[in-house]
């Protein structure tokens, strides 16, 4: 049973416009969130996290929001450029477990 | 220079052979993980280490073996590997910062299982 969930395998976006990434978790024990980004050929790289304390972390043109009575968090890429075209995975950070728990990740896609 | 590297980057091998995925990092982190990647299917763990002396099993950790030889190198064994084990391995380390956990991933190993 998955216990982070990225619905949308895939997204497609026109270059400027907001793209929006979303996850759904079923442990509300959960209490820290991060954002990964991947490219082709290269490792997951740390993107943006969000404590459960905070429904909202900005940096740059990155939001993430978090709704715990929803047990969803989004990322806003805003604008969205050429090299934002990747697959983007949420992962959650359990409170009495140090492992992150991933989810299958999302594929975005960046039009010209 | 990359702060987590893997070694080898690809590999084709035979099904019974025995292959060995390392990893060095120069991050100065106690922790280090093992995952693969399947398509559609994410990240899974495979094993983790939170010192030299702590391993741990993963969630699917059957067919594999892991070695801590120093806080900078964990290395992953496939003692006689079957096809399933065909994907993509990452190896990763964190630092865990007033009870937040950050990883870092090297660039990943693809292998090939014939």
């Known amino acids: 049973d998955q216990q982070v969930k990225q619905n949308s395998p895939s997204l497609s976006v026109q270059e400027g416009r907001i793209s929006i990434l979303n996850c759904d978790y079923t442990?509300?024990?959960?209490?820290?969130f991060l954002w990964y980004k991947k490219y082709p050929a290269e490792g997951p790289t740390f993107l943006i996290s969000i404590s459960s304390i905070k429904d909202k972390n900005e940096d740059g043109r990155f939001t993430v929001f978090l709704n715990k009575s929803a047990k969803h968090l989004s990322l806003h890429i805003v604008p969205s450029q050429p090299g934002d075209s990747a697959v983007y995975f949420c992962a959650a950070n359990p409170d009495s477990n140090y492992q992150l728990i991933w989810g299958a990740g999302t594929k975005l896609i960046i039009k010209p | 220079d990359a702060d987590v590297t893997q070694t080898p980057r690809n590999r084709i091998t035979k099904t019974g052979k025995r292959i060995m995925l390392e990893c060095s990092q120069t991050?100065?982190?106690?922790?280090m993980y093992w995952y693969r990647q399947d398509p559609g299917l994410g990240l899974r763990l495979i094993y983790y280490s939170f010192d030299v002396k702590d391993i741990n099993k993963g969630e699917i950790s059957d067919g594999y073996s892991v070695s801590r030889q120093a806080q900078a190198k964990f290395s992953l064994s496939l003692e006689s590997a079957i096809p399933n084990q065909t994907a993509l391995y990452f190896c990763?380390?964190?630092?865990?910062?007033?009870?937040?956990?950050?990883?870092?991933f090297g660039p990943g190993t693809r292998l090939l299982v014939l």
């Open positions: 442990n509300s024990m959960f209490d820290y």
């Open positions: 990763a380390t964190s630092d865990f910062i007033s009870g937040q956990e950050t990883q870092y």
């Open positions: 991050k100065g982190h106690d922790r």
